[in-house]
């Protein structure tokens, strides 16, 4: 009996200790796997996706007193939590696609109608679009901070904040380097599905609006700016009205510029295009505009944009300055759609 009893003790012992050891070394596992999660970022508070080495959408600007700014590369060991916005359309495709953690925008400037909630409290500012905050921005301590053409002075100096990232367009392949923006975002913050879905929009919109510019034989794209005008070439900054919704230029003929080439209205009447775009600065800048009334003067009214009711004037804030933007990108496309159909 007693044997018995010592030999059952002895098979307790034996399974009690296997399953410490079990449970050990089901711990230690645990354990491993936790720290491999953390190192490749697949835990839960981290992305797969990191560390991830982000490029700039265009590789250097220059400055308008001359001078070169070279934008690098940078790289993030996780995906950033406090975001510092400058440029207008990147701080429009992150609301669209529902990025958080934006703790500063450009509210010293006029922040487009479509964007207004930045206005509250919520958010603080990093200054006007050409003027940055420096030392608020520093308050904030962001762990990125977004900018474009307009901060190009003060880049060096934001470095020394927090990582920069130039996420800008460019002038001579805008719809490129929009699209570019829009999948750095995607990609920085883990919205690559909404991307895609987003982008789908934009399938039938530039589809119907290539189907409208067909009707127009000649068009031109000019800027308003108090009672002067400035138009632009296929090579231009508001070129992809000619390169991607597909209305034909009146003219090559354009010297290409920034605010665009100046453009009298004896030269419209001349070239007298079948639609004329008018893109209202003076209203984005804050200035009292008086843009119909400068615009239909004796001269217009004898052009065919005049008389067939063609001439479009495009909203300021949208077109100077929050495009680049997924949802401002498809609001140019619907307004121009509006007008003319």
């Not at 296997?18 to 953390?38: L, P, R, Y």
């Not at 450009?106 to 487009?112: E, F, G, M, W, Y």
Request: hydrophobic letters at 40%; proline letters at 3%.
């Amino acid at each position: 009996m007693k044997k018995l009893f010592y030999a059952l003790l002895a098979a307790m012992v034996l399974l009690l200790a296997a399953c410490g050891s079990s449970e050990e070394a089901s711990k230690e596992e645990s354990a491993d796997k936790a720290a491999e999660e953390e190192t490749n970022g697949t835990g839960t508070e981290g992305n797969a996706a990191y560390p991830m080495t982000v490029s700039p959408t265009v590789a250097s600007t220059e400055g308008n007193e001359g001078g070169t700014t070279n934008f690098e590369d940078v790289k993030f060991e996780k995906m950033p939590e406090k975001i510092a916005v400058f440029d207008y359309g990147f701080l429009d495709t992150l609301d669209a696609l529902g990025v958080e953690g934006i703790v500063g925008v450009a509210k010293d400037s006029t922040l487009p109608a479509h964007l207004e909630k930045y206005a509250s409290e919520e958010y603080k500012s990093v200054g006007g679009l050409k003027e940055p905050l420096l030392e608020d921005i520093a308050e904030m301590d962001p762990d990125v901070i977004f900018i474009s053409g307009r901060q190009s002075a003060f880049y060096e100096e934001l470095k020394e904040i927090a990582p920069v990232v130039f996420v800008g367009t460019s002038e001579a392949d805008y719809w490129n380097t929009f699209q570019s923006s829009v999948d750095l975002a995607a990609k920085m913050f883990d919205k690559e599905a909404e991307a895609e879905e987003y982008m789908a929009k934009y399938d039938s919109a530039l589809e119907e609006i290539k189907a409208l510019a067909g009707n127009y034989e000649t068009s031109l794209v000019t800027m308003y700016n108090e009672g002067k005008l400035s138009g632009f070439a296929t090579n231009s900054r508001f070129g992809y009205i000619y390169d991607i919704y597909g209305f034909k230029p009146v003219t090559e003929d354009i010297e290409s510029s920034s605010h665009g080439s100046n453009f009298g209205f004896e030269a419209i009447l001349e070239f007298n295009p079948q639609v004329l775009f008018v893109i209202d600065r003076t209203a984005a800048t804050g200035g009292d505009s008086n843009i119909e009334a400068d615009m239909e003067n004796d001269i217009i009214k004898k052009t065919d944009a005049f008389k067939n009711e063609r001439i479009v004037y495009l909203d300021g804030p949208l077109w100077y300055l929050s495009g680049g933007g997924l949802q401002s990108e498809l609001a140019k496309i619907e307004e121009v759609l509006d007008e003319l159909k």
